[in-house]
């Protein structure tokens, strides 16, 4: 799995614990100023990537200012949701990045 991201130029250092969920209830969870991701390793692989783009979507929102939004579990997950459905659905989306 992939262990750091850069979000709009903050890079993120990616954890996966695998007590997440049963010490903090957390699937994940996003820290903006130590600037880490924190993923529950348990979960199936899909589950784990869904989370990692809710996470993602986040630290978007952040960096944009954009707190209302980022605020909204509800708004967070649909969009997070659609962005995961989008690459599962059409796997030459991301295959155009490498023909660069
Ligand atoms: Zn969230």
Do not use: W
Not at 80 to 98: G, M, T, V
């Amino acid at each position: 799995m992939l262990n750091h991201i850069n979000i709009l130029g903050i890079n993120y250092k990616i954890k996966y614990l695998n007590d997440l969920i049963e010490r903090e209830n957390l699937y994940g969870e996003i820290d903006y100023h130590k600037q880490t991701i924190r993923i529950d390793e348990s979960m199936r692989r899909d589950r784990k990537v869904r989370t990692l783009i809710h996470e993602i979507l986040h630290g978007i929102m952040e960096s944009l200012g954009y707190n209302d939004i980022n605020c909204d579990e509800e708004k967070i997950q649909n969009i997070s949701n659609a962005l995961y459905l989008l690459l599962e659905n059409n796997p030459k989306l991301l295959s155009l990045f490498s023909l660069r």
